[in-house]
C-alpha cells in the first residue's frame, strides 16, 4: 500500500509546489461543501508511473456545479464553464492551466455499444465503471485525508506487472471503444492483455461488436490510434488482437507497410517542422499508405464517417496515385511535372514521397515542388551551378538539393549568399569571382 504521506511527497516531487497547492485549495473548497474531491483517471495511472504532468481530472461526490462556481468565486482569475447535459466542468485558471471536474456517477448501458445513463454515485461505484483496472485508481483531495489512495481493483499491482486488466466481463460489450483505447493503453505503456480480458476480447468480436458503434465513435478511436508516435508498434497490435478489418479489408503486411508508415510520420514531422503554420491533415497521409494497395471500393467505405473533405481527398489521390510514378518518369517539361503534382493533395504528396524513398525522380521533384509552392527552392538553379565551373552529373542534384536545404534553413536567401555558402562548404573554390 501507499501511505497518503508517500503520495503527497511524490505529487510535490513530480507535479511541484504550485500544482499542489491548488489541489489542497480545491480540496478545501470541496469538503465545505460536503462533496469531497479527488484526482482520478489516467492523470493518477500516469503520476504513478512518473510520467510528465498529464491532463487533471477531478471527480466530486456529489454537485459539481457547486464546487466549480464556489471555485472560481473563491480564486481570483479562474473561470468556470459548466455542462450541465453530462455533469462536468471546467477550470480555467488564467496561468492557461485547466481543470476538468466531473460528479461521481455509475453507467447503465441499456444495450450493448448505446450510450450510457447515468447516476450520481459514490467514489467506489464510480471506479468500478471505468474500463481497465489501470484506469480505476482515486487519490483524495479531502484536507482530512489528503494524498490517500484508493485502488480498489489492483490497477497498481496491474502497472507493475504490465497488465491490462477489464474490471468486469462486461466492458467491452458496453463499451466497444474500449478495445482500441487498450489496444492504445498496451501501446503506450507496454502492456499485456490479462488472460481473462484476452477470453473476454475475443468473445466481444466473434459478436461483431463494431458494428453497433456509431462510425463517429469509432473513427474517433482510430484517429487516435493513428496519431500514436508509435504507429508501427500499434497497428503490429492490431494485426494481433485480429482488428485490422477495422482498418483493411485484409491483414496488414507488416513489414514493407510498416516501413512505410515510418517513413510516411518522418515526411509529416518535416512538414510540421519546417511549415508549423501550414495545416495538414496527418490522419489523410498515414491512412493513404494504409489504403494503396486496397481496392477503392473498401476504402470508400471505410471514409463514410470521415470529415467530409478529407476523405473526399484521401479517395481522389488514391485514383490517382499508382499513375504518377510512370507518368513523372515520362513528363518532358517542367509544367508537366508541376501538373501531375498539383492533382495531388499535400497528404497524398508526402504519402508518394514516404512510399518511394528510393526513387529520386519522385524525391527530388515532390520536395522541390513542395518548397517551389512555398516559394522557398534554392535560388540558384542547375545552369547557374554549371556557369559557375560545376560538373553536370548526379552531384549536381546533390549539390542542389543541399542548396534547398540551406534556403529551407534559412541559411541563404538569394543567389550571392547561396554562391558565399557554396564557397563555405567547399563545393566552390574560394578564388570564385
Ligand atoms: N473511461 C472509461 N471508458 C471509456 C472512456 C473513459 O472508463 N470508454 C474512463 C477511464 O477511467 C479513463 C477516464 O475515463 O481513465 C478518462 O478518460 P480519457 O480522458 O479519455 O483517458 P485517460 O485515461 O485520461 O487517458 P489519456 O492519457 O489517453 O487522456
Known amino acids: 500500500p501507499l501511505p497518503a504521506t508517500q503520495i503527497h511527497q511524490m505529487l510535490q516531487q513530480q507535479w511541484g509546489d504550485a500544482l499542489l497547492q491548488r489541489l489542497h485549495v480545491i480540496g478545501r473548497i470541496a469538503a ?107 487519490i483524495s483531495l ?27 466481463p462486461h466492458s467491452f460489450l458496453d463499451d466497444p471503444t474500449r478495445i482500441l483505447r487498450g489496444l492504445r493503453f498496451a501501446v503506450r505503456f507496454q502492456l499485456q492483455l490479462e488472460a481473462n480480458t484476452r477470453g473476454l476480447l475475443e468473445e466481444a468480436l466473434t459478436q461483431d461488436i463494431f458494428a453497433r458503434l456509431s462510425g463517429a465513435r469509432l473513427w474517433r478511436e482510430l484517429k487516435y490510434l493513428l496519431e500514436l508516435s508509435d504507429l508501427p508498434a500499434a497497428l503490429e497490435e492490431l494485426g494481433a488482437w485480429q482488428l485490422w478489418p477495422l482498418l483493411r479489408p485484409t491483414p496488414l503486411e507488416v513489414e ?28 489523410a497521409v498515414l491512412l493513404t499508405i494504409l489504403w494503396r494497395d486496397i481496392p477503392w471500393a473498401e476504402a470508400e467505405k471505410r471514409l463514410h464517417y470521415w470529415p467530409v473533405a478529407d476523405g473526399r481527398y484521401i479517395l481522389n489521390d488514391l485514383h490517382r496515385l499508382s499513375k504518377i510514378p510512370a507518368a513523372l518518369a515520362a513528363a518532358s517539361h517542367p509544367s508537366a511535372v508541376a501538373q501531375l503534382w498539383e492533382s495531388l493533395s499535400l497528404p497524398g504528396i508526402l504519402a508518394l514521397l514516404a512510399e518511394y524513398p528510393e526513387s529520386a525522380t519522385i524525391t527530388e521533384s515532390g ?25 553536370p552529373g548526379p552531384q549536381l542534384g546533390t549539390v542542389l538539393r543541399r542548396l534547398h536545404d540551406a534556403r529551407l534553413d534559412g541559411a541563404i536567401k538569394d543567389k550571392e549568399t547561396a554562391r558565399q555558402w557554396l564557397i563555405r562548404q567547399g563545393i566552390l573554390p574560394s578564388t570564385q569571382p
Open 32 to 138: 465545505n461543501l460536503g462533496t469531497p474531491a479527488y484526482l482520478v483517471g489516467g492523470c493518477v495511472r500516469d503520476f504513478l508511473q512518473n510520467h510528465p504532468v498529464p491532463d487533471i481530472d477531478l471527480a466530486i461526490e456529489g454537485d459539481v456545479r457547486a464546487v466549480a462556481e464556489a471555485c472560481s468565486a473563491e480564486l481570483s482569475g479562474v473561470q468556470c464553464t459548466y455542462h450541465a447535459h453530462f455533469g462536468t466542468a471546467i477550470l480555467q485558471y488564467p496561468d492557461g492551466f485547466q481543470l476538468d471536474l466531473a460528479r461521481c456517477r455509475i453507467e447503465h448501458y441499456p444495450a450493448p455499444a448505446a450510450l450510457p445513463e447515468v447516476q450520481p454515485a459514490a467514489i467506489q461505484t464510480d471506479l468500478i465503471r471505468r474500463d481497465f483496472t489501470i484506469n480505476a485508481m482515486a
Open 142 to 168: 479531502d484536507p482530512e485525508k489528503f494524498g490517500d489512495f484508493l485502488d480498489p481493483y489492483g490497477g497498481r499491482a496491474d502497472l507493475q506487472r504490465r497488465l491490462l486488466r477489464v474490471l468486469h
Open 256 to 283: 514493407s507497410l510498416l516501413a512505410k508508415i515510418r517513413r510516411g510520420q518522418q515526411e509529416i514531422r518535416w512538414l510540421h517542422c519546417h511549415f508549423p503554420d501550414e495545416k495538414l491533415c496527418d490522419t
Open 367 to 391: 520536395r522541390y515542388y513542395l518548397l517551389k509552392q512555398r516559394g522557398l527552392t534554392s535560388p540558384l538553379n542547375g545552369k547557374d551551378l554549371q556557369a559557375m565551373g560545376l560538373a
